[in-house]
């Protein structure tokens, strides 16, 4: 294992985490942002609160360097392969 494996499984677990729907799947197992708003009052130090404020956080900021990350990966792969 490489340290290039090790970046291709961050990247495709980032992009996994990117494309999550809210409705049909994050709010059926409890991890949606209104589910968050309702369940929690001053909770903000438990462990499913942090893991909903990270994919929230996946999704909005990192949706756009994801596009030009994965075209970059795509062009290094048609190149070399």
């Not at 996994?16 to 809210?22: D, Y």
């Not at 309702?38 to 909903?52: E, P, T």
Request: glycine share 8%; with cysteine.
């Amino acid at each position: 294992m490489s340290l290039g494996t090790i970046l291709y499984v961050c990247l495709l677990f980032i992009n996994a985490v990117a494309v999550l729907h809210e409705e049909r799947f994050l709010a059926r197992i409890g991890l949606g942002t209104l589910a968050s708003q309702s369940q929690f009052g001053d909770q903000s130090a438990s462990i499913k609160y942090k893991l909903i404020n990270l994919i929230s956080a996946i999704r909005t900021l990192l949706r756009f360097p994801l596009v030009g990350i994965n075209i970059i990966v795509i062009v290094y792969e048609l190149i070399f392969g």
